[in-house]
């Protein structure tokens, strides 16, 4: 081997040849993640269904087009500003998506003096 030639990488990954195979814990964990985001989406999408013309139609839009559970984290702070208000069912929509952002982002929630650490 010359000096200047460097060795090739060894390659530690087993290539079965069929894309997205792997053990059976791999794929329920696929399964797994896949239904905590349809949770997820549906929770995002029974918050913007009834919100009103202007802001409601874009962030059908935008949660309807994600496909990642990051996406819709992003989207969080809009959807949490137009469900703004004393309304009852505001408030408990309010409430349902905190409950799923939870269960899926534990520490997405801003700090407060009311929350232990």
């Known amino acids: 081997m010359s000096p200047d030639a460097s060795p090739s990488p060894r390659r530690f990954a087993v290539d079965t040849g069929l894309p997205g195979s792997g053990l059976p814990h791999d794929r329920l964990a696929r399964i797994a993640a896949r239904r905590a985001f349809v949770d997820l989406k549906l929770s995002f999408m029974h918050a913007v269904d009834q919100l009103d013309e202007e802001h409601g139609r874009w962030l059908r839009d935008q949660v309807r087009r994600a ?51």
Not at 78 to 83: G, P, R, T
């Open 67 to 117: 496909h990642q559970p990051e996406d819709l984290l992003l989207l969080r702070g809009h959807v949490f500003a137009c469900l703004t208000g004393t309304d009852d069912v505001k408030t408990s929509r309010r409430r349902a998506l905190r409950r799923s952002l939870d269960s899926l982002f534990p520490d997405s929630a801003p700090r407060s003096g009311f929350m232990s650490f």
